[in-house]
């Protein structure tokens, strides 16, 4: 089955330590992206990729930090100068050099901060 | 900034009748369009797209785009209480060469009620 798979599904965080959200594609996809989900909001991008070893940052980069070492894994790093992590960050996938621009969406990880 | 803006409801529709979401956006660049539906905890699915102007119909749901108006819609016909959930409208900016960075509104929250 081809999809998106993001771990863990929860994560918990103490203030002042860094997590690393993992997201994996086996859709061949070119393009991979990081969105955070507040309570009642849309999404808001935090970085995107759109080769391996390239990426640019979002609207909300700050206190974030991002990898493409492989065309499917795209790692995010929530940094302690994150200062309000606690949010559902969910990650996507595209390929819009193939004329889709669908995004395709992992299932999610709920980061709290305790 | 360019920005895709809806009514964040709740809308309440009675079971069995058309629910009508609303969407605008400023970028009279943009191309294409999407709705997407998610459900409380859930990623984003995508429901619908449409990239020129008029009707695209799928099955209870029909997609309207007047360019004109820089207006999307979503209908949705004999509403079920499956359909109660957010939806998302989204449109691909046009600022970015490859990657589809897509624009994001904060969603309408529907509620069919029985």
């Known amino acids: 089955d081809g999809g998106i798979t993001q771990s863990p599904k929860y994560l918990f965080r103490k203030e002042g330590q860094n997590v690393t959200l993992s997201c994996e594609q086996n859709?061949?996809?070119?393009?991979m992206y990081w969105y955070r989900q507040d309570p009642g909001q849309g999404l808001r991008l935090i970085y995107y990729s759109q080769i391996v070893n390239d990426f640019q940052k979002g609207d909300i980069a700050e206190g974030y930090s991002v990898s493409r070492e492989k065309k499917e894994s795209f790692p995010l790093t929530v940094t302690s100068a994150q200062k309000n992590p606690t949010a559902f960050y969910l990650c996507?996938?595209?390929?819009?050099?193939?004329?889709?621009?669908?995004?395709?969406f992992g299932p999610g990880t709920r980061l709290t901060v305790l | 900034q360019k920005e895709v803006e809806q009514n964040s409801g709740p809308l309440s529709v009675p079971e069995g009748a058309i629910a009508s979401l609303n969407c605008t956006y400023s970028d009279r660049g943009s191309q294409s369009f999407f709705w997407y539906r998610q459900y409380s905890g859930k990623s984003p699915e995508l429901i619908m797209f449409?990239?020129?102007?008029g009707d695209k119909e799928d099955g209870r749901f029909t997609a309207q785009l007047n360019k004109a108006s820089q207006y999307v819609s979503l209908l949705i016909r004999d509403s079920q209480p499956s359909d109660s959930a957010t939806y998302l409208c989204?449109?691909?900016?046009?600022?970015?060469?490859?990657?589809?960075?897509?624009?994001f509104g904060s969603g309408t929250r529907l509620s069919i009620r029985p």
């Open positions: 449409i990239y020129s102007n």
């Open positions: 859709l061949n996809h070119d393009a």
């Open positions: 996507a996938s595209s390929n819009p050099l193939a004329g889709d621009n669908e995004q395709f």
């Open positions: 989204a449109g691909v900016n046009s600022g970015y060469s490859s990657a589809s960075k897509i624009i």
